[in-house]
């Protein structure tokens, strides 16, 4: 606008007047990257998230189905001993097994000895054995691989039997997967502090079973050889670490190992390893052939030339194959020492799947499954575990009559405690007495009870219920000279029932 200086005049402010609607933040689009970002996070929580949960329903599933069987029955003894007597007794039998019975000793004196309470640190072990499990198969290969190797390892038929077993071997799985792991992690990039982690499973691992401990370095221990065969005089550092950590962590092993090293009464029933040990393998250690067969075919295709792989590689074959070759020298070999390989072949097996491509990683699983089923369905039955137990209750409880006694055989070849363990725990009062006993099992630092001598205490019962782990032709089998004499002549055998590791015979006396 042109104006003089006198009359021009200032124009008024111009007003904008701005209107902005703001969306909702529901109503906006989200960018493609922050999409994918969701669904990384989404396909994160399922891989872990899944294979534990699977692991979590397969344990839990019928978790009081199975009877307590003969080693299942000594974890019950041992934890209601007084502390004192536990020592006396582990001082005499299963000193291996000492840190585990206190372990068990504490927390049944909070949880009680019901079979759920048994057995619930197992199916904890097993679950966080699954997370482990994942987390060292997304090191190897990625989130495919971790989910893959948590599902199979989950499905392993194996897995769940332990899960629902009142003994140490789900938390040897357990600290032997975290060894592996921190020992993956030790070797990619070696530190004091990644060494002391692995000692500390490494001992751990040794405090459930100094057995399988040994076994699993003796894995390790090849890993690391070849390794530094592959790497020279750069691998040393993790070498000199991992020698530190191994003298430390070995000493819980070591140590119960020797102290139990003169116990050989309860290993006395294991054979060397023939033709027939190593066509029962798979069966043994994974309780389905099929699955385990399935299990090392892709753990086999699933070995590459890396560190983490080299790793795996100790853990998972090193511990079946030395036993194996031990066991044919010197009877050794029994198939649940070495389930502390199942996490280190799982994971493999995972990496083998997955390596093949989706449709194909998802059949095996499916096969896996499937194939899984039918003994996930056998080993929730009353003998699931091999011992029908609970059976006692339905022969002996419902034909029960006053005057009735209890017998039991003196020895047995590997479970002698068993049958009076069975006894006390699955036959409910009113029972026939146990009229022989003087003192219970586990006292005195005595596995077995005592009996009153010469069976003076046994009377003239009208009948006799004897009570084995076993169903020989004579009911007397295994007892003393002193109780054939006085039973065999005067009685005679009225029925029996014969069930898995459990053998019941009536008795009466002789008329006249």
Same mark, same amino acid.
């Given at each position: 606008?042109?104006?003089?200086?006198?009359?021009?005049?200032?124009?008024?402010?111009?007003?904008?007047?701005? +209107?902005?609607?703001?969306?909702?933040?529901?109503?906006?689009? !989200?960018?493609?990257?922050?999409?994918?970002?969701?669904?990384?996070?989404?396909?994160?929580?399922?891989?872990?998230?899944?294979?534990?949960?699977?692991?979590?329903?397969?344990?839990?599933?019928? %978790?009081?189905?199975?009877? &307590?069987?003969?080693?299942?029955?000594?974890?019950?003894?041992?934890?209601? %001993?007084?502390?004192?007597?536990?020592?006396?007794?582990?001082?005499?039998?299963?000193?291996?097994?000492?840190?585990?019975?206190?372990?068990?000793?504490?927390?049944?004196?909070?949880?009680?000895?019901?079979?759920?309470?048994?057995?619930?640190?197992?199916?904890?072990?097993?679950?966080?054995?699954?997370?482990?499990?994942?987390?060292?198969?997304?090191?190897?290969?990625?989130?495919?691989?971790?989910?893959?190797?948590?599902?199979?390892?989950?499905?392993?038929?194996?897995?769940?039997?332990? =899960?629902?077993?009142?003994?140490?071997?789900?938390?040897?799985? +357990?600290?032997? =997967?975290?060894?592996?792991?921190?020992?993956?992690?030790?070797?990619?990039?070696?530190?004091?502090?990644?060494?002391? $982690?692995?000692?500390?499973?490494?001992?751990?691992?040794?405090?459930?079973?100094?057995?399988?401990?040994?076994?699993? #370095?003796?894995?390790?221990?090849?890993?690391?050889?070849?390794?530094?065969?592959?790497?020279?005089?750069?691998?040393?550092?993790?070498?000199?670490?991992?020698?530190?950590?191994?003298?430390?962590?070995?000493?819980?092993?070591?140590?119960?190992? @020797?102290?139990?090293?003169?116990?050989?009464?309860?290993?006395?029933?294991?054979?060397?390893?023939?033709?027939?040990?190593?066509?029962?393998?798979?069966?043994?250690?994974?309780?389905?052939?099929?699955?385990?067969?399935?299990?090392?075919?892709?753990?086999?295709?699933?070995?590459?030339?890396?560190?983490?792989?080299?790793? &795996?590689?100790?853990?998972?074959?090193?511990?079946?194959?030395?036993? #194996?070759?031990?066991?044919?020298?010197?009877?050794?070999?029994?198939?649940?020492?070495?389930?502390?390989?199942?996490?280190?072949?799982?994971? %493999?097996?995972?990496?083998?799947?997955?390596?093949?491509?989706?449709?194909? =990683?998802? @059949?095996?699983?499916?096969?896996?499954? &499937?194939?899984?089923? !039918?003994?996930? #369905?056998?080993?929730?039955?009353?003998?699931?575990?091999?011992?029908?137990?609970?059976?006692?209750?339905?022969?002996?409880?419902?034909?029960?009559?006053?005057?009735?006694?209890?017998?039991?055989?003196?020895?047995?070849?590997?479970?002698?405690?068993?049958?009076?363990?069975?006894?006390?725990?699955?036959?409910?009062?009113?029972?026939?007495?146990?009229?022989?006993?003087? $003192?219970?099992?586990?006292?005195?630092?005595?596995?077995?009870?005592?009996?009153?001598?010469?069976?003076?205490?046994?009377?003239?019962?009208?009948? @006799?219920?004897?009570?084995?782990?076993?169903? !020989?032709?004579?009911?007397?089998?295994?007892?003393?000279?002193?109780?054939?004499?006085? @039973?065999?002549?005067?009685?005679?055998?009225?029925?029996?029932?014969?069930?898995? &590791?459990?053998?019941?015979?009536?008795?009466?006396?002789?008329?006249?």
């Amino acid at each position: 606008m042109l104006c003089f200086p006198r009359t021009c005049r200032p124009s008024p402010p111009e007003i904008v007047i701005s +209107l902005r609607v703001d969306t909702p933040p529901e109503a906006r689009v !989200p960018r493609p990257a922050e999409r994918a970002g969701r669904r990384v996070t989404l396909f994160a929580v399922l891989v872990w998230s899944l294979p534990a949960l699977v692991a979590a329903g397969l344990g839990g599933w019928r %978790l009081t189905g199975p009877a &307590l069987w003969a080693d299942e029955l000594a974890t019950w003894g041992a934890v209601r %001993l007084s502390w004192s007597q536990l020592w006396q007794l582990t001082g005499t039998v299963d000193a291996v097994l000492t840190p585990y019975y206190a372990g068990m000793k504490a927390y049944t004196s909070l949880a009680g000895t019901g079979t759920v309470a048994l057995r619930l640190p197992a199916l904890v072990a097993v679950v966080a054995t699954t997370v482990v499990v994942t987390a060292v198969g997304r090191r190897v290969g990625g989130d495919r691989v971790a989910l893959l190797a948590g599902f199979l390892y989950a499905l392993i038929p194996a897995t769940a039997r332990y =899960a629902q077993e009142a003994r140490p071997y789900a938390m040897t799985m +357990l600290f032997a =997967a975290l060894a592996v792991w921190f020992l993956i992690r030790l070797t990619d990039r070696p530190g004091i502090g990644r060494a002391l $982690a692995y000692a500390g499973a490494v001992a751990a691992t040794g405090l459930c079973h100094p057995l399988s401990a040994m076994l699993m #370095l003796a894995g390790h221990a090849a890993a690391m050889v070849w390794r530094q065969l592959r790497r020279g005089s750069a691998g040393w550092r993790a070498t000199w670490l991992w020698l530190a950590a191994v003298a430390v962590g070995s000493l819980p092993a070591l140590a119960f190992g @020797i102290r139990g090293a003169g116990q050989t009464a309860q290993v006395s029933w294991i054979t060397l390893v023939d033709e027939n040990t190593l066509q029962g393998m798979p069966q043994n250690v994974f309780v389905s052939p099929v699955v385990g067969g399935a299990i090392l075919v892709l753990a086999v295709l699933g070995i590459r030339r890396d560190l983490a792989t080299l790793c &795996l590689i100790g853990a998972g074959f090193v511990p079946p194959v030395l036993l #194996l070759l031990v066991g044919t020298q010197v009877p050794v070999w029994v198939g649940r020492y070495v389930l502390l390989a199942l996490p280190a072949l799982a994971v %493999l097996a995972g990496a083998g799947a997955g390596r093949a491509g989706r449709p194909q =990683a998802a @059949i095996v699983t499916v096969l896996v499954a &499937l194939f899984s089923f !039918p003994v996930q #369905l056998e080993i929730r039955t009353s003998a699931g575990h091999s011992e029908d137990s609970a059976k006692i209750d339905q022969v002996i409880g419902t034909r029960y009559q006053a005057g009735d006694v209890a017998v039991f055989a003196d020895t047995h070849p590997s479970i002698p405690w068993a049958a009076r363990d069975i006894y006390e725990r699955y036959l409910p009062a009113p029972r026939p007495p146990d009229v022989l006993r003087t $003192a219970s099992q586990r006292t005195n630092g005595r596995l077995l009870a005592r009996e009153c001598a010469a069976a003076a205490c046994l009377g003239t019962p009208p009948r @006799i219920w004897v009570v084995r782990v076993d169903s !020989p032709a004579d009911p007397l089998t295994d007892m003393s000279a002193a109780k054939r004499a006085a @039973i065999g002549g005067h009685y005679h055998v009225v029925q029996r029932w014969n069930y898995p &590791l459990l053998g019941i015979v009536l008795m009466e006396r002789n008329a006249g």
